[in-house]
């Protein structure tokens, strides 16, 4: 059966903040200079939103460029920020609350919104449709298609096809898009994106790139305890015990909810850490259980962020596309925001882009983005909170938390120096017999849950009859070195239970399982694995979470 083949003028690979953002600025470039042009979105989840999962606390700048009649037209920003709450939590009773002026600038909200970053992208998704961009969501791009040193464009995966490879009756083969100009705006640790920089050495001369772990839930709450706008943050406890950094946030949006989540610095040594635990240990806190105690838990989800930030920003222009948002990592960590950074990316690409194509250029690298980029505020926001990440990792939340507050409220610049964090995340992974043990309580089931009960409310879904999308480079490796060495650290690492040390049926010993089926997507194997030895891919086109208002 041979592929179809359709062609764009731009093609976006993945429907968030970056690429939706992307489409809607190509358009209006196109609109007002009386040009046709045809611009496609394909997005791996079942409707644009579903794989979506942020804080969020929005900062609305890119937005204001974007659509500066965003009221007007419905944006759904409905809860400004009306205060900021900072705790350092110093054991599992006890809290310091910090003085708002010795609280770093970036972490003040005025002028933010407490949102649904999925709500949002669903808007953007609106929004680009009116203005005449094809979107395809359910459909995952699996490879990029690339031709004499060019990327061309995608395949979106097969459809159909069983766990031992063979074609199912449903079998249908993944399209072929092609375009001009192909935007990878795939979000945190992208498939695609990760090849890419691979194969066009994207990377050279960069620090590492470096990732978190948030755990995010969804609950409604007494109102009596609901104060819509407030923005609660924490550092300390729980994660200080192990020795890991990361911060937990509780936001109170509209409808007398609430998020609470946690975000783990993948950075971390102490393999017996599970970050899924401690976000449950969390909620035990004073600080926490107050807003929670008497409420539901209604959502949950899980999503790897990319934090390296300016150090480790790889050239995001090749031959014949753009790495954008997430897939790059322009998120600004020191503010804990990446919504507004991926939006001006997408809008900076779709200028290049346009600008491209009116000299009649197909598939040659733009690299006049670079310029774009320099010449942004976007590259001075990130330029100039460079050392925040490789302090905290070298430093700790204190010490790190310290240099941010000098850089941004004494000299009002960034040091003269720049901090450099040049240990990869799976590398940072001590022996488990180096490290202390970590004893967590069973879950109440009130405050807090197992993995399985949280992922049933993520509403994951795959097919289960399909290839396993959790590829081993080398299937003995669980067994024969991460489990002697780490105790096996998936087991824990991963926050939906995917990875299991069981009992082999035979009897013959232990063997390593993998419940694909139970995968939200986060990407936290692919980054935190020691040995490097997973690698995720796209699964059939619509499977994985399902997240409402998240």
Same mark, same amino acid.
């Given at each position: 059966m041979?592929?179809e083949?359709?062609?764009?003028?731009v093609?976006?690979?993945?429907?968030?903040?970056?690429?939706?953002s992307a489409?809607?600025?190509?358009m209006q470039?196109?609109?007002?200079a009386?040009?046709?042009?045809?611009?496609?979105v394909v997005?791996k989840?079942?409707?644009?939103g579903?794989?979506?999962?942020?804080?969020t606390?929005?900062e609305?700048?890119a937005l204001?460029e974007l659509f500066p009649?965003w009221?007007?037209k419905g944006a759904?920003l409905?809860?400004?920020v009306?205060?900021d709450d900072i705790?350092?939590?110093?054991?599992?009773?006890?809290?310091?609350?910090?003085p708002n002026a010795?609280?770093?600038?970036?972490?003040?909200n005025?002028?933010?919104?407490i949102?649904?970053l999925?709500n949002?992208?669903?808007?953007?998704?609106?929004?680009?449709e009116a203005l005449?961009?094809e979107?395809?969501?359910?459909?995952?791009?699996?490879e990029t298609?690339v031709?004499?040193?060019?990327?061309?464009?995608i395949?979106?995966?097969?459809?159909?096809?069983?766990r031992?490879?063979?074609?199912?009756?449903s079998?249908?083969?993944?399209?072929?898009?092609?375009a001009?100009?192909?935007?990878f705006?795939?979000g945190c640790r992208g498939?695609?994106?990760?090849q890419?920089?691979s194969?066009?050495k994207?990377?050279?001369?960069?620090?590492?790139?470096?990732?978190g772990?948030?755990i995010?839930e969804?609950?409604?709450i007494?109102?009596?305890k609901h104060?819509?706008g407030?923005?609660?943050?924490t550092?300390?406890?729980?994660?200080?015990?192990?020795?890991?950094t990361?911060g937990?946030?509780?936001?109170h949006l509209?409808?007398g909810?609430?998020?609470?989540?946690?975000i783990?610095d993948?950075?971390y040594?102490?393999?017996h850490?599970?970050?899924f635990?401690?976000?449950?240990r969390?909620?035990?806190?004073?600080?926490?259980?107050?807003?929670l105690e008497?409420?539901k838990r209604?959502?949950?989800?899980?999503? +790897?962020?990319t $934090?390296g /930030?300016f150090n480790?920003?790889p050239?995001?222009? &090749?031959?014949?596309?753009l790495? %954008?948002?997430?897939?790059?990592g322009?998120l600004n960590?020191?503010?804990?925001k990446?919504?507004?950074t991926?939006?001006k990316?997408g809008?900076?690409g779709?200028?290049?882009?346009?600008?491209?194509?009116?000299?009649?250029?197909s598939g040659?690298?733009?690299t006049?983005?670079?310029?774009r980029f320099?010449?942004?505020?976007?590259?001075?926001e990130?330029?100039d909170?460079?050392?925040f990440?490789? +302090?905290?990792h $070298?430093? /700790?939340n204190?010490?790190g938390g310290a240099?941010? &507050?000098?850089?941004?409220n004494? %000299?009002r610049?960034?040091l003269p120096i720049?901090l450099h964090d040049t240990?990869?995340?799976?590398?940072?992974?001590?022996?488990?017999s180096e490290?202390?043990?970590?004893?967590?309580?069973?879950?109440?089931?009130?405050?807090t849950?197992d993995?399985?009960?949280s992922?049933?409310?993520s509403?994951?879904?795959?097919e289960e009859?399909?290839?396993v999308?959790?590829?081993?480079t080398?299937p003995d490796i669980p067994l024969?070195?991460?489990?002697?060495?780490?105790?096996?650290p998936?087991?824990?690492?991963?926050?939906a239970?995917?990875?299991?040390?069981?009992?082999?049926d035979d009897?013959s010993?232990k063997?390593f399982q993998?419940?694909?089926?139970?995968?939200?997507?986060?990407k936290t194997?692919?980054?935190?694995d020691?040995?490097?030895?997973?690698?995720?891919v796209?699964?059939?086109?619509?499977?994985g979470p399902?997240?409402?208002?998240?």
């Amino acid at each position: 059966m041979e592929r179809e083949s359709m062609e764009f003028d731009v093609l976006i690979v993945g429907g968030g903040p970056a690429g939706l953002s992307a489409a809607c600025r190509v358009m209006q470039l196109a609109q007002e200079a009386g040009e046709e042009l045809t611009v496609c979105v394909v997005e791996k989840g079942s409707e644009i939103g579903a794989h979506i999962l942020a804080g969020t606390v929005f900062e609305p700048t890119a937005l204001n460029e974007l659509f500066p009649d965003w009221k007007e037209k419905g944006a759904p920003l409905n809860t400004p920020v009306t205060r900021d709450d900072i705790f350092l939590l110093k054991g599992p009773e006890n809290a310091t609350k910090i003085p708002n002026a010795f609280v770093p600038k970036n972490m003040h909200n005025h002028g933010n919104y407490i949102i649904s970053l999925g709500n949002l992208c669903r808007w953007l998704g609106e929004q680009a449709e009116a203005l005449g961009v094809e979107v395809y969501p359910g459909f995952a791009a699996a490879e990029t298609i690339v031709e004499d040193g060019q990327v061309k464009g995608i395949i979106t995966g097969d459809m159909g096809v069983a766990r031992d490879g063979s074609q199912k009756d449903s079998y249908m083969p993944g399209m072929e898009l092609r375009a001009k100009y192909t935007l990878f705006t795939e979000g945190c640790r992208g498939h695609l994106g990760k090849q890419l920089i691979s194969q066009y050495k994207l990377d050279e001369g960069k620090d590492p790139q470096h990732y978190g772990i948030g755990i995010k839930e969804l609950w409604d709450i007494d109102p009596a305890k609901h104060e819509p706008g407030l923005v609660v943050h924490t550092t300390g406890w729980p994660l200080n015990e192990s020795g890991s950094t990361g911060g937990s946030f509780l936001y109170h949006l509209e409808n007398g909810q609430v998020y609470v989540g946690l975000i783990t610095d993948l950075s971390y040594s102490n393999p017996h850490l599970s970050p899924f635990e401690e976000m449950q240990r969390l909620k035990h806190h004073p600080e926490i259980k107050k807003y929670l105690e008497g409420g539901k838990r209604v959502a949950y989800g899980a999503r +790897a962020i990319t $934090k390296g /930030g300016f150090n480790s920003l790889p050239k995001m222009s &090749f031959p014949g596309g753009l790495l %954008l948002g997430c897939d790059a990592g322009t998120l600004n960590f020191s503010k804990i925001k990446g919504s507004h950074t991926a939006m001006k990316s997408g809008i900076l690409g779709a200028e290049a882009v346009f600008a491209a194509l009116k000299e009649g250029k197909s598939g040659e690298e733009i690299t006049s983005f670079a310029d774009r980029f320099k010449d942004s505020w976007l590259y001075k926001e990130l330029y100039d909170e460079r050392n925040f990440g490789p +302090a905290m990792h $070298k430093f /700790g939340n204190v010490v790190g938390g310290a240099v941010a &507050f000098i850089e941004q409220n004494i %000299l009002r610049r960034s040091l003269p120096i720049t901090l450099h964090d040049t240990l990869p995340d799976y590398a940072a992974m001590k022996p488990a017999s180096e490290c202390k043990k970590i004893s967590y309580p069973k879950p109440d089931n009130t405050l807090t849950f197992d993995r399985l009960s949280s992922v049933f409310i993520s509403n994951t879904n795959h097919e289960e009859d399909q290839p396993v999308h959790l590829k081993l480079t080398n299937p003995d490796i669980p067994l024969q070195e991460n489990l002697p060495k780490f105790d096996e650290p998936a087991q824990r690492y991963c926050p939906a239970g995917v990875y299991e040390v069981v009992d082999a049926d035979d009897g013959s010993g232990k063997r390593f399982q993998i419940n694909a089926q139970n995968c939200v997507h986060c990407k936290t194997c692919d980054i935190k694995d020691p040995a490097q030895n997973i690698t995720w891919v796209t699964p059939e086109g619509g499977g994985g979470p399902n997240y409402p208002n998240m």
